[in-house]
């Protein structure tokens, strides 16, 4: 079973819409988790992190974890045309003390004008 | 704002070949890291180096593979002897806390 799973789309949303991304997890011990954006041929950047069950909101952007179903999301606020990348989720391996990141295999995000 | 750096950012080699790969890690952190993605496919740990040792190491990372700080800044990755199928984007991160993981911008490695 992979340990983080997304979506590998493409998920095509207008500009100025909101975009959802999601990820599942299969560790329920897991206890932090990561949304990296990664342009085409660049590397991953960091956007978010979220530890707590809930919301976390940052400028567009807001996490969101729910442990109870092992799914974190992203979403996008008011989404631009530079907006379109691939987002990747990760989350310490859990057979890790090391700090290793799993990364889901991304999603791609096409934001239309 | 600190970054990650990473040297060079395109190599290519002949198969066989030596290559070293150089990262300069964020100035204060303590764990440092070495990814890579494949074209198309996931971003995949190889090794994470704490304490000037190496923690933990993937199945990828095999005896062709070695890292070393060889001083406060520099933190390398070696590939003894290439093959084609270690072609791929190659990423040094750091990390200040153990998880949150910086990226450097990549090297691109091209095996012939």
């Known amino acids: 079973q992979k340990e983080v799973e997304q979506n590998s789309g493409p998920l095509s949303v207008p500009e100025g819409a909101i975009a959802s991304l999601n990820c599942t997890y299969s560790d329920r011990g897991s206890q932090s988790f990561f949304w990296y954006r990664q342009y085409s041929g660049k590397s991953p950047e960091l956007i978010m992190s979220i530890y707590s069950n809930g919301d976390k909101e940052d400028g567009r952007f807001t996490a969101q974890l729910n442990k109870a179903s092992q799914y974190v999301s992203l979403l996008i606020r008011d989404s631009q045309p530079s907006d379109s990348a691939t987002y990747l989720c990760?989350?310490?391996?859990?057979?890790?003390?090391?700090?290793?990141?799993?990364f889901g295999q991304g999603t791609t995000l096409q934001v239309k004008p | 704002e600190p970054e990650v750096t990473q040297t060079p950012s395109h190599q290519v080699t002949q198969m066989g070949q030596e290559v070293i790969l150089r990262c300069v890690p964020i100035s204060n952190h303590l764990y440092f890291y070495w990814y890579r993605q494949i074209l198309g496919q996931k971003v995949e740990f190889l090794v994470s180096f704490y304490n000037n040792e190496i923690s933990e190491k993937s199945e990828i990372f095999d005896d062709q593979f070695s890292v070393e700080r060889p001083d406060g800044s520099n933190f390398t990755l070696k590939i003894r002897s290439t093959k084609l199928e270690d072609s791929a984007m190659y990423f040094c991160?750091?990390?200040?806390?153990?998880?949150?993981?910086?990226f450097g911008p990549g090297t691109r490695l091209l095996v012939l």
């Open positions: 991160a750091s990390s200040g806390l153990k998880e949150t993981q910086y």
């Open positions: 990760a989350a310490p391996a859990r057979s890790s003390n090391t700090g290793k990141l799993i």
